[in-house]
Nanobody
Framework: QVQVVESGGGSVQAGGSLRLSCSAS????????IGWFRQAPGKEREGVAS???????????DAVKGRFTVSQDSTKDDQFEVSLQMDSLKPEDTAVYYC??????????????????WGQGTQVTVSS
């Protein structure tokens, strides 16, 4: 069974930084793409960034390009770890952030429907 857990959310002032971590376990040999998503109150969930589990390619939403960086941290004992470094944060980045696992290849649009396994989410709040 695939399990996904996020950590690292919190509150920060505009211009600050936060680093989110994602740990996914179970059937890691089948993973192809790890994605980060966010959902703000009253808005639809949107793809923020994704990375191939081989670490060869990454994709970003236009709203976060140049500010967010997704990276693969480690792979061990059927556990896969990915981070999302968020710099120059803006109040509009405030949302619940989710990590998700896909067995399909990453594509630039980062569609949530490609990701069947999700974490519980972690809150990120950016104040002005």
């Amino acid at each position: 069974q695939v399990q996904v857990v996020e950590s690292g959310g919190g509150s920060v002032q505009a211009g600050g930084s936060l680093r989110l971590s994602c740990s996914a376990s179970g059937y890691t040999y089948s993973y192809n793409c790890i994605g980060w998503f966010r959902q703000a109150p009253g808005k639809e969930r949107e793809g923020v960034a994704s990375i191939y589990t081989s670490g060869t390619s990454t994709y970003y939403a236009d709203a976060v390009k140049g500010r967010f960086t997704v990276s693969q941290d480690s792979t061990k004992d059927d556990q896969f770890e990915v981070s999302l470094q968020m710099d120059s944060l803006k109040p509009e980045d405030t949302a619940v952030y989710y990590c998700a696992v896909s067995f399909l290849r990453c594509i630039p649009s980062i569609p949530s429907e490609d990701f069947p396994y999700w974490g519980q989410g972690t809150q990120v709040t950016v104040s002005s």
